[in-house]
């Protein structure tokens, strides 16, 4: 399976961001080139798809593998830091969604439309309240698996150092999630590498 998952990084320098033939190579960055090393397995093929920096320009790759960038936008052209950003609080949303409907066995096809972080980690304390507070006498396995995920995501949307939407980076991996910071807090340089990932 293929999803586009974005990742908050550091650009020291424009010249620091390496296109060649019309490729990203964002594993010359080094955050995300050591998070590809310690969290990707075998089975994660990836392509970096856009770069878009902060207050700056946006590279968007012409690689045209599976439908390149514009199988998953359908307007390159409006494609910068801000449409990145709403690109990852979708699917942050959208995932937070998928493992509550997993928990709650709700209608896969039904989606919640999350109006905040805040508002996602109430609803992900309610949920996991009634679900340990209840018995889980024959309730699937598979089902209960995403309780830890969810309780690891509700630490991180509430905790103060999170920089929404983006999970801590090293707590999670494109199994489990699909927002990434690997800005260790920093703020300079900030740009957003959205990434096609096979899992």
Do not use: C
Not at 168 to 183: C, E, G, K, M, Q
């Amino acid at each position: 399976m293929h999803s586009l998952n974005h990742f908050l990084i550091n650009i020291d320098d424009t010249d620091d961001i390496i296109v060649q033939d019309g490729q990203i190579f964002a594993t010359e960055h080094g955050a995300f080139s050591d998070y590809v090393e310690y969290k990707f397995d075998e089975n994660n093929w990836y392509t970096p798809l856009a770069l878009a920096i902060k207050d700056g320009e946006t590279v968007i790759s012409d690689n045209t593998n599976r439908g390149g960038f514009d199988s998953w936008v359908d307007d390159r052209d409006s494609w910068d830091y801000d449409a990145a950003t709403k690109a990852a609080y979708d699917a942050l949303y959208w995932d937070i969604g998928n493992d509550l409907r997993v928990l709650t066995e709700g209608d896969h096809n039904y989606q919640y439309k999350f109006k905040s972080t805040d508002e996602a980690a109430q609803i992900i304390r309610e949920t996991l309240a009634a679900s340990y507070a209840g018995t889980d006498d024959g309730i699937d396995s598979w089902r209960l698996s995403v309780r830890p995920n969810l309780a690891r995501v509700y630490e991180y949307l509430t905790d103060k150092y999170f920089t929404p939407p983006f999970l801590n980076a090293y707590h999670f991996s494109p199994y489990t999630a699909r927002t990434f910071d690997l800005t260790n807090g920093d703020d300079f340089g900030l740009a957003i590498l959205t990434v096609d990932i096979h899992t």
